[in-house]
């Protein structure tokens, strides 16, 4: 993976200081390690880090070939595919990355390119000839690429932090962005970059800036229609895309592993990585005395650590076993914000934070289960009809709770139950839909709408920053977009299959996992049970209040702040591993945020 920034000016960029290219390549060096890469001409300046995967002695970017040069963050997993049919057309290629392979497709197919593709990616083109810049983001949203227009100029970047460097653009946060981070948070509305007029590229959305300006436009959707498929032919076609999907992302040129948790997902991947390479590293994470502190809930009905053990054995791992302190989650918290560019999911995000650098001592990539909760029905607000019922965010039901903590000069801004009820219906008018379904059937493929456009793209986001923070690539079979396409189409009595969450998928790799691994009920990411973390993070947010200095008082309320801390009322925040810690835990995260990026809150 790599990071990627640019300004495009069409009528002649303005000069720069002599250093200040430099500056925006160090910000990105954490994502890119390896090479980094310099194009300019009168209107455009496109700048590139990159993280060696594929063909590390070539595919150096920017990359120029003829007219057009690109800055790519990604990998594609049809690469070869698409190599044999251009060549079929008569390209010639020069190296083996698929970096050439992207950018002639591009200058094969220009703007239905995008469609092509099967992996994740962003990534940027300039065409001298026809001056105008292109710009595409993959369909699941995995690789982030963010932007902004001040006046006639348009800038880019993988990251907030980058962006942020072009004097052009200031660190202001007005009301629609603080409604974003209290009301939706550690969400975000799809395309916004919380900062004052900065926007992320849509996941499925390509662009193109000239002489009109910029227009975004969408290459990818999810669409309803028939499954004509039997039970026994949707598994059979279902462990045939996972696996090809699996099979795909093995590919690579440095050392290479998997996130093991003993659960479902994790271990069909970690299973079919180890058949296909013979051994494979497999990479935990528990808290230490997490054994004496754990307690079972709804949500998390029992810990990782004999599963893994199971799966370990099943397979013959290497396994690697990371344990945290809670001294070292909580100090993660400030360096996770830091890697975010936003307050984010507190220890959960710290956590992979301090995995993914313990993991890249050992491996430059890894292949995680992300997806598959959200396409196969794992979460529990799938499963209780109670919930599912619910007239909006089915993770995020605590809007009045959250509001209590706002300043009145906030929340005359609108009404925050307003404001978050629009965005659920707004994603909800857009659902494709086959007319004649059944109101299960309606409700379910909402559902998954929802966890993709939503959930998800919070644990993408995560996923994401914290590993590549540690420069390590993170792999999502499960995002594969031909299995959310067909999984879309598939019925929920399929998915449901003998009741279980993630039924199908089950059925489906029956015959590869041990049968505790299958029989084990779902359990989300583990975090700390510690009353330790709690009693520091209460702590250091008493610090954070003391006196009248904290960035936080221009739009929270001191006393409810206070009040939080020191008990727990288990009360989520944002799905269920938020609770009062965590939400503690998001307002230290929020105060960093807003000194560290120096933000100018305007109301």
């Known amino acids: 993976m790599c990071g990627i920034a640019g300004e495009i000016r069409l009528k002649g960029l303005a000069p720069r200081p002599e250093h200040f290219y430099g500056q925006i390549l160090r910000s990105m060096e954490r994502r890119g390690p390896d090479q980094e890469g310099l194009f300019t001409d009168p209107c455009c300046t496109l700048l590139h880090r990159r993280l060696c995967v594929i063909d590390p002695e070539h595919g150096q970017q920017p990359m120029t070939i003829g007219p057009c040069t690109i800055a790519y963050n990604g990998e594609l997993y049809n690469a070869e595919d698409l190599r044999n049919e251009l060549e079929s057309l008569g390209e010639h290629f020069t190296t083996h990355s698929d970096t050439e392979v992207l950018l002639r497709a591009y200058l094969r197919w220009g703007a239905g390119t995008p469609e092509r593709l099967n992996g994740i990616f962003s990534f940027a083109v300039w065409d001298a000839r026809n001056q105008n810049l292109f710009l595409a983001r993959d369909p699941m949203g995995v690789k982030p690429l963010f932007y902004a227009l001040r006046g006639d100029t348009l800038f880019f970047a993988s990251e907030l932090k980058t962006l942020l460097l072009f004097p052009e653009i200031r660190p202001e946060v007005d009301a629609r962005g603080l409604y974003d981070l209290m009301f939706l948070g550690p969400g975000r509305t799809p ?7 900065v926007y992320e590229v849509l996941p499925g959305y390509m662009g193109i800036f000239d002489e009109r300006g910029l227009t975004m436009t969408p290459y990818w959707s999810l669409r309803d229609g028939p499954c004509e498929d039997s039970f026994e032919a949707c598994v059979e076609h279902t462990r045939f895309l996972v696996e090809d999907a699996i099979r795909r992302q093995l590919v690579s040129d440095v050392p290479l592993g998997t996130f093991l948790s003993g659960g479902l997902d994790s271990s069909i991947i970690s299973a079919v990585a180890a058949r296909e390479m ?9 808290y230490r005395d997490n054994d004496r502190y754990f307690r079972s809930t709804k949500f998390q009905p029992n810990s990782d650590s004999y599963f893994i053990g199971v799966m370990e054995e099943a397979i013959h791992a290497g396994g690697h076993h990371i344990i945290l302190d809670t001294d070292a989650l909580v100090s993660g918290l400030l360096e996770a914000a830091e890697a975010r560019d936003l307050p984010g999911m507190a220890d959960v995000d710290s956590s992979m934070l301090l995995l993914s650098r313990a993991v890249r001592e050992h491996v430059t990539v890894i292949l995680s289960g992300e997806c598959a909760d959200e396409i196969f029905g794992g979460y529990p607000w799938y499963r209780d009809p109670e919930i599912r019922a619910i007239n909006g965010f089915p993770w995020a039901q605590t809007t009045h709770y959250r509001a209590s903590f706002a300043r009145q000069e906030l929340l005359d ?44 793209q919070t644990l993408l986001d995560r996923k994401d920053r914290m590993s590549m923070w540690s420069g390590l690539e993170i792999r999502v079979p499960f995002c594969d977009k031909r299995i959310v396409e067909y999984l879309y189409r598939v019925p929920w009595s399929y998915k449901d299959y003998r009741g279980r969450e993630k039924g199908l998928l089950r059925y489906a790799f029956r015959d590869l996992l041990p049968a505790e691994i299958t029989a084990r009920k779902k359990s989300p990411y583990p975090k700390t049970w510690n009353p330790d973390y709690m009693a520091a993070v209460s702590d250091l947010l008493r610090q954070e209040l003391q006196g009248t200095n904290s960035p936080l008082l221009a739009f929270l309320k001191k006393d409810a702040l206070l009040a939080l801390c020191g008990e727990d009322r288990s009360l989520p925040w944002y799905g269920q591993l938020m609770t009062t810690p965590q939400t503690i835990a998001y307002f230290l995260q929020m105060a960093h945020w807003l000194r560290a990026r120096n933000v100018s809150v305007i109301l």
């Open 191 to 197: 395309g916004c970059g919380v900062f004052r007029n």
């Open 278 to 286: 013979g051994r494979v590293d497999t990479f935990s994470v528990d």
């Open 413 to 456: 801004w609108e009404d925050p139950e307003e404001f978050v009820r629009r965005r659920y219906e707004e994603t909800l008018s857009s659902v494709d839909l086959t007319p004649g379904l059944t109101p299960l059937e309606q409700r379910m493929k909402e559902m998954m709408v929802l966890n993709l456009r939503w959930f998800m």
